[in-house]
């Protein structure tokens, strides 16, 4: 059997036969209207039958009456009449209130209860089916001229009293309000603070339900504030001190608070932390989750950018001298492709630099052996910078000069033999480079035997 549901209900009340007009008049017929919908909230259609129940309370009670009747569904709607099965007569005195209840082809009795206002001389045409009155003027006049027509001990307003329905004995300044679409308390509001609804649900349209004050879609007994449309079950967290999501736990899983900050919820603000206790916030480290890493700190070989400068393993301290550091291990290379690795090239950018490379004379240890400029390949005492010719060992600053062609004594010049000192070389001009006297411009000396001018002539001009 589907499961049913109340939707909602509409209670009207109708005289079939009342003889003339007395206070002590009942209701034989009380008419019923609502409409039912199943668990999926579809309207019920078809034959279905119903049994009306009439309680003395809400809930429990005394079961004062009840009939069973096979009811016609149209769209959900539909139309029952209380007291139309002869076995069972509507023979209650109406002198108190009553509560209507319904169940649905056997099934248990729905909630809530549906108060049933009925008052025996308070008869209002707009509840009223069908009426049979010997006089109904009389009637009507009656009620008008009697202050306290319904008996509730409040006069109508119009006689200088506060009863806001003198037809109703159960409408009047103080009166319990219940879910019945009537201003029962006489205070200008209907269904307000009802009686008949269970704690924590309201009247609306008839019914008792759950209310959703906010509107975000949540009802009041799963919303953990109801008056703010955007804290309910599975809302999105905010850093605002507030439990958005209604977990029971304020600021956490925030969706607001940038990278690097986290939610304070004693003061509800996105902040910045020192969460490695390394003595910089997250703001200036760079990954404030170690603590070997923050501005300043010492560059490793590790792939990590430790000193937060932007750059991975640059000026690392941890890698031997002639060690590089790649993909975060120190590792020897041959940069400059000379053949020899950073470990043994005591200068890795320069391809003339490398241990066994020919030494220059350029302030440069060329073959790494630790000194600069030390060569002295032809064994002559003399280094590579002082020996204009380091392949002779006859070519050295402390070899004499001679007339070969060569600079034997590496002071710039060659063949500047000059033995006489008198300011010409031997090897090209002085004919007589032990004898001062003698050179190209010597004068010629008669009767010495000596070319004096070195023009290859003896004593020429003499007589």
């Known amino acids: ?249 304020i600021d956490d899983n925030v969706i607001d608070c940038p990278p690097g900050m986290i939610c304070d919820s004693g003061i509800g603000q996105c902040v910045y932390v020192d969460m490695d206790e390394d003595g910089y916030t997250s703001d200036v480290d760079c990954d404030d989750n170690n603590p070997n890493v923050y501005p300043g700190a010492p560059e490793y070989c590790n792939g990590i950018d430790d000193d937060c400068n932007g750059t991975i393993d640059d000026n690392v301290i941890d890698c031997p001298s002639g060690a590089e550091c790649i993909n975060g291990a120190c590792s020897y290379v041959d940069m400059d492709n000379d053949g020899y690795y950073s470990d043994v090239d005591c200068d890795d950018n320069n391809p003339d630099v490398y241990p066994g490379a020919y030494e220059l004379c350029d302030g440069l240890d060329n073959d790494c052996n630790g000194f600069i400029d030390d060569a002295d390949y032809d064994l002559d005492g003399y280094n590579v910078c002082d020996d204009c010719d380091d392949s002779d060992p006859s070519i050295n600053p402390g070899t004499p000069e001679i007339c070969d062609g060569f600079d034997n004594n590496c002071d710039g010049n060659i063949d500047d033999v000059d033995e006489d000192g008198d300011g010409f070389y031997a090897c090209t001009e002085d004919c007589d480079d032990n004898d001062p006297n003698v050179h190209p411009q010597a004068p010629e000396i008669c009767g010495d035997s000596i070319d004096n001018n070195c023009d290859g002539n003896i004593d020429e001009g003499c007589p």
């Not at 009207?12 to 919908?37: D, H």
């Not at 009456?65 to 709607?77: K, N, P, R």
């Not at 029952?80 to 076995?87: A, D, F, M």
Request: charged share 20%; net charge negative.
């Open 1 to 249: 059997m589907r499961k049913i549901v109340l939707f909602s209900v509409i209670v009207l009340m109708a005289i079939a036969v009342l003889e003339p007009v007395t206070l002590a008049a009942i209701p034989e017929i009380v008419t019923y209207q609502g409409q039912l919908n199943d668990g999926d909230g579809d309207p019920v259609d078809g034959e279905h039958g119903v049994t009306i129940y009439l309680f003395d309370e809400v809930t429990g009670g005394v079961l004062l009456w009840q009939e069973e009747q096979t009811v016609a569904f149209s769209s959900g709607l539909f139309t029952v009449q209380l007291g139309t099965v002869t076995e069972n007569p509507l023979d209650l005195l109406f002198d108190q209130q009553y509560w209507l209840g319904i169940a649905i082809d056997g099934g248990a009795e729905l909630q809530p209860r549906i108060p049933l206002t009925s008052a025996p001389q308070a008869f209002r045409a707009k509840y009223v089916d069908q009426i049979s009155l010997g006089n109904i003027q009389e009637f009507w006049q009656l009620a008008q001229s009697i202050p306290d027509f319904d008996g509730d001990g409040h006069d109508k307003i119009w006689m200088d009293g506060d009863d806001c329905d003198d037809l109703n004995p159960f409408v009047y300044p103080g009166a319990d309000e219940y879910c019945d679409g009537i201003d029962n308390d006489c205070n200008g509001i209907i269904d307000d603070n009802t009686v008949d609804c269970p704690e924590g649900m309201i009247c609306s349209s008839l019914q008792c339900i759950i209310p959703d004050y906010d509107g975000d879609g949540w009802p009041n007994d799963q919303d953990c504030d109801d008056y703010n449309p955007f804290i309910y079950p599975g809302a999105p967290e905010l850093c605002d001190g507030l439990d958005n999501d209604c977990n029971d736990v």
